[in-house]
């Protein structure tokens, strides 16, 4: 008799959790097979809307929105992102702003120092905020706020030359 493939299921990912939760540990990472969980505790806020997040699906492609008012992508064919992307840190959700309500943290063309709290990606209750790895120009937000993310996933375009 074969035993059954590893996959990260509720149980498993429950168990994980409780048991990050009880450790000393800043980030835990848990792959197996194709499902990857990742948490940090790095950076927390206020409780927001949650979703259970479970094992990673394929990345959906997300349009370039250079301007937050609108719905649609700001070109039909997006040119090529330069500078600096910013790589959401985990499975998750993104959000723009600290709370519901609340203005976002910051908006296309806005100049950023480095470490400035960009957004923040939601895992399980638990708020990872994306800082700016350096300083620039936002020149693309690249998720929708409330949006799934996946891990690696560009959320945030810098221009570090303005």
Do not use: C
């Amino acid at each position: 008799m074969t035993p059954e493939p590893l996959h990260l299921d509720q149980a498993l990912v429950h168990a994980l959790l409780e048991a990050f939760d009880r450790s000393e540990w800043l980030e835990m990472t848990v792959t197996i097979g194709n499902d990857r969980l990742h948490v940090s505790r790095r950076s927390q806020r206020e409780e927001a809307p949650a979703e259970e997040v479970g094992p990673e699906e394929k990345p959906a492609e997300v349009p370039v929105v250079s301007d937050p008012v609108q719905t649609e992508p700001a070109h039909a064919t997006p040119a090529p992102l330069t500078g600096v992307l910013v790589e959401s840190p985990s499975v998750g959700l993104f959000w723009r702003s600290p709370s519901p309500g609340a203005p976002p943290f910051v908006e296309v063309g806005r100049r950023v120092s480095a470490d400035d709290t960009l957004a923040i990606v939601e895992v399980m209750k638990l708020m990872n905020h994306i800082v700016a790895p350096a300083a620039g120009t936002v020149s693309a937000i690249l998720a929708e706020n409330g949006a799934r993310v996946e891990y690696g996933q560009p959320l945030i375009a810098i221009d570090p030359g303005t």
